[in-house]
């Protein structure tokens, strides 16, 4: 067998070998006949058909009649009542009978209902194998069961004994032969399942037990988009790089493995965790999804941020296409913001971080230096911009992308990802664009989890690996929690639930066989029968298995009471020290004391089991192990044992190969060898012993590696211990603080301008306290504002200057009515003064030729044409001028003879009038006019006299 077993793997070896060869050729030499390349690819075909099926495994393909129940009579057969099988000609339920002991029921044919057939269709491709069994009553001769679908017919003649061999435990009383009936479907067939019943006697046959089982697709090796088997040294080619020694290439350090489908920049969402060489899947929980259905209402809990100087009329949301819609189109800097509430302290406390979860839709092409950033209670976390070489990233990862066309648009969804480290308190969420051009941006869901702790994990100290699962659940080998921890392969320990292979490093199932009710017509023919004595194998001389709890089993009742089998399994030729055995017994219920179940592995000393109770009895048991050939002899022993009542069987069938460490030729355990292969020290390491102290131990890639470049020392590429000097340690890693960049691994503060930044060149977000807004990358002045060196807080411009560089070093003016700019001079217009309540150069007042305001008092020159000068703020009338209407009016030169008879009497602070008492009186009207001119006679002296002094 160990001779076999060689040459079948050097004849695979050498398959691959020609495959890589023809590959070779066929590159090399263009020129090959035509009928000689065909044959060449039939071949490599063929070889590769047969390998894949050799290697691949059984499962199953459908089940019928395998659950004990009991039926109901209907007459729609379009239900459970018996399992969906109805009478040959009507949808009537099929015909049963219902046993007491054991309590169930058996469809059964016979002369009345000679015929059944299954309610749906259904397709059995080439190569599947039935099975089932058929329990036989009354009297048959040469008579026939006769199962059918589409074209194919497989046809069981029978010939009942003189006395059935069974008289109970099929059903009360009755008295019965079984059969297992099995065969291989040999092409492709579509239809209902029927059977049908041809006999002249009065025979009946129940039917129990339908198995189809189907030979799987063979599973390839992650990095492998062809193979020969599953093993990572079984490729044939490579989703990336060809392969050496028939194992591909991992990916550059830059780049990540995506399980069959190669190498991408990141893992995507449902994939983050890196492992192994691989994008693994995480089970992440979702705390909170915004939002599923977007629309007038989901909007209203959303906030437009508006861009002040692009006051946006798009429609709040927009329809993307494929049903999709997108809240936006958000264009230069408007965005959206939202008031999370949803997460709090104590319904968080389980969470490694937070993980958000972004998918975007932008309208056409982001423009150069243009991006969209991603805030948490007003501070920059993340972003998204474009550069030369495309849309880049800063804190946040592409999970995936695509393009379409739609609606003149070109469409691009970006499916973004980032874990933050924050305190368990509600917060604002912003995303805001900072954009030119026809560019847009749209959101379609937000999504926040538990970040890098796993579903129903209760603690985390470690990312993606958790520590203590909800009650109920239990941690397994890859940091997630899962349901129960009951399969036949796995233990509790603790709160981890341990598998068979996880028990001691370096081990690997060899085998696992009799789990399910596939029937594996590979393992099969590997069990082989040395001996037997009384009676076995009631169901049919090689049918050696049955079916216990929903179980394929090897033996079991009607198959195995006295006989010894053995397999010999094949192990690689890589050095091993231990295997471990196990499976489980089945005793029948009337087993007797004296018998037992004896098994024996390679030389060691048999091992001798009797019945215990009525439960299955467990074997566990582990051997030392060194060669390539494992023997394992398994004898239900019993002068007394028969296949109804007093059988064996067993199930679980596991075998477990503890191999010794990697590059080790000779071991006594998995920490101790005996003797070393060479191999290149420097590019392969074997433990973190072997690390320097800023590396971690890659036991997948057998190497160390370095730590995250901001880290001193680290458990592995995305868990800091501790931080080198300038960054400060996180749940996340070691990062800088807000207002810093890393820059050749030290935190280097941003430009005083900026808030935060990229570089020392790249701001991402800016203070509005300062006045400043972000612009391609910078932080520059709000309009009305100028940047001094000394200061970062932009200063006020003269507030005619729109733009300046000085306070009234003015670029452009305002928009004011009869403003000019003069050189670098923003100002009213000559004539004009700038009223606040007005925001406009108004016309000065009447009397000013210029002004500071436009009131009597807000003059700075006269108009000398109109006979005034300034006397303080105010233009007057000239001496010699007095103000009539407005008007500077000449003063009066009035002589009168009547007047003579007035005395004027003109001082500084007074005037008097004294009449002549010697005047005879003065009629009114005569006075009214001496009244007048006297007026305006005292006005002129009074000015003539203010003039004087104020000249003086």
């Given amino acids: 067998m160990l001779l076999r077993m060689k040459i079948i793997s050097d004849l695979q070896q050498q398959k691959i070998q020609d495959y890589q060869k023809t590959e070779s050729n066929y590159t090399k030499q263009a020129p090959v006949i035509a009928n000689d390349l065909i044959n060449i690819l039939f071949m490599f075909m063929i070889i590769i058909l047969i390998i894949s099926f050799a290697k691949s495994q059984w499962v199953i393909a459908n089940y019928f009649l395998t659950s004990q129940q009991i039926y109901q009579k209907s007459s729609y057969c379009y239900n459970y009542y018996t399992e969906y099988f109805c009478e040959a000609t009507s949808y009537t339920t099929a015909n049963f009978i219902t046993c007491q002991q054991p309590q169930r029921s058996f469809i059964t044919l016979n002369q009345s209902f000679k015929g059944i057939r299954q309610y749906s269709t259904y397709s059995f491709n080439s190569g599947y194998f039935i099975s089932f069994d058929l329990y036989f009553g009354g009297k048959w001769v040469n008579d026939e069961v006769v199962f059918e679908v589409g074209s194919f017919q497989n046809k069981f003649s029978y010939t009942s004994p003189d006395i059935y061999p069974i008289t109970q435990g099929f059903c009360d009383s009755l008295q019965t032969d079984v059969k297992t009936v099995n065969f291989t479907i040999p092409s492709y067939q579509s239809g209902q399942m029927k059977f049908s019943l041809s006999t002249k006697n009065a025979g009946s046959v129940s039917i129990n037990m339908i198995i189809t089982s189907r030979k799987s697709s063979i599973i390839c090796y992650p990095s492998c988009s062809a193979c020969i088997g599953p093993e990572q040294n079984q490729c044939l080619s490579c989703f990336y790089g060809v392969p050496a020694n028939n194992k591909c290439p991992q990916c550059p350090n830059n780049l990540y493995y995506e399980k069959n489908s190669g190498c991408k920049i990141n893992c995507k969402f449902e994939n983050s965790k890196f492992s192994n060489g691989f994008c693994q899947a995480f089970d992440y929980y979702s705390l909170i999804l915004f939002d599923y259905y977007i629309g007038e209402v989901s909007m209203l809990k959303w906030q437009q941020l508006y861009d002040p100087l692009h006051i946006s009329t798009y429609p709040q949301y927009t329809y993307t296409g494929s049903n999709n819609y997108a809240y936006g189109i958000f264009r230069y800097n408007s965005g959206i913001g939202r008031y999370i509430n949803e997460i709090t302290a104590s319904s968080s406390t389980s969470t490694y971080g937070y993980g958000l979860r972004i998918q975007l839709q932008l309208f056409d092409n982001l423009q150069l230096g243009t991006g969209i950033r991603f805030m948490i209670n007003n501070t920059y976390y993340s972003s998204i911009y474009k550069d030369s070489q495309g849309i880049q990233t800063h804190r946040i990862s592409i999970g995936s992308q695509s393009q379409y066309s739609f609606n003149s648009y070109m469409m691009t969804t970006l499916d973004l990802y980032m874990f933050v480290d924050m305190l368990q308190y509600p917060f604002y969420f912003s995303a805001i664009g900072n954009l030119t051009g026809s560019s847009g941006w749209g959101l379609m869901s937000l999504q926040f989890t538990k970040g890098l702790c796993p579903r129903n994990c209760q603690m985390c100290d470690v990312p993606y690996q958790c520590k203590k699962c909800y009650s109920g659940y239990f941690v397994n080998k890859d940091g997630n929690c899962i349901y129960s921890c009951s399969s036949f392969t796995q233990k509790v320990v603790g709160d981890y639930c341990q598998e068979y292979e996880d028990e001691i490093p370096y081990s690997k199932y060899l085998i696992k066989d009799f789990y399910d009710l596939a029937n594996d017509q590979d393992q099969y023919p590997e069990y082989k029968l040395l001996s037997q004595e009384g009676v076995n194998f009631l169901k049919g001389e090689y049918i050696h298995y ?89 004898e239900c022993y019993g002068v007394n044992n028969e296949p109804i009542n007093a059988y064996c069987g067993f199930y679980n069938y596991f075998i477990v190969v503890h191999y010794c460490q990697p590059y080790c030729l000779q071991c006594t355990d998995q920490d101790t060898c005996l003797e070393w292969e060479q191999y290149d020290q420097v590019q392969i390491q074997l433990s973190q012993t072997e690390c320097q102290s800023e590396q971690y131990y890659d036991k997948f890639e057998l190497k160390c590696k370095s730590c995250p470049s901001s880290c001193l020392t680290c458990q592995s590429s995305y868990y800091c211990l501790t931080c080198k000097p300038t960054f400060i340690l996180t749940k996340l890693g070691c990062v800088c603080q807000t207002n810093q960049y890393d820059e050749a691994n030290q935190c ?205």
């Fill in 546 to 634: 049955s079916t216990y709890n929903s179980i394929r089993i090897f033996g079991g009742q009607y198959v195995w009471s006295q006989a010894v089998f053995q397999r010999i399994h094949q192990i690689s030729n890589k050095p091993h020290h231990r295997i471990t055995i196990s499976f489980r017994i089945v005793f029948g219920p009337n087993f007797p004391s004296d018998s037992r179940f004896i098994y024996t592995v390679d030389d060691n000393a048999p091992i001798s089991n009797s019945r215990q109770g009525s439960s299955p009895f467990f074997i566990k048991n582990t051997f030392v192990h060194t060669q390539d050939e494992l023997t394992v002899k398994w």
């Fill in 748 to 952: 280097m503060n941003c430009p005083q301008q900026c808030e935060q930044c990229l570089n020392s060149s790249f701001c991402v977000n800016c203070s509005f306290q300062k006045y400043r807004t972000l612009m391609n990358g910078q932080c520059v002045c709000l309009d009305g504002y100028y940047s001094i060196p000394t200061n970062p807080q932009c200063q006020r411009c003269h507030y005619f200057c729109k733009t300046c560089s000085g306070y009234s070093q003015c670029i452009e003016c305002q928009n004011i009515n009869n403003i000019e700019k003069v050189d670098s001079t923003c100002k009213c217009k000559a004539g004009t003064a700038y009223q606040d309540s007005l925001k406009t150069c108004a016309a000065c007042h009447q009397t000013c030729l210029t002004c500071f305001k436009i009131s009597i008092s807000g003059c700075l020159t006269c108009n000398s044409v109109q006979k005034r000068v300034l006397r303080g703020l105010k233009c007057e009338c000239q001496p010699g001028y007095y103000e009539l209407n407005n008007i500077c009016e000449d003063c009066p030169n009035l002589e009168d003879n009547q007047l003579s008879q007035l005395l004027v009497i003109v001082t500084k602070n007074q005037s008097k009038i004294i009449a002549n008492p010697n005047v005879e009186t003065i009629n009114y009207s005569f006075m009214k006019n001496v009244k007048m001119v006297i007026i305006h006679q005292m006005i002129c002296v009074i000015i003539a006299n203010f003039n004087v002094q104020y000249i003086a």
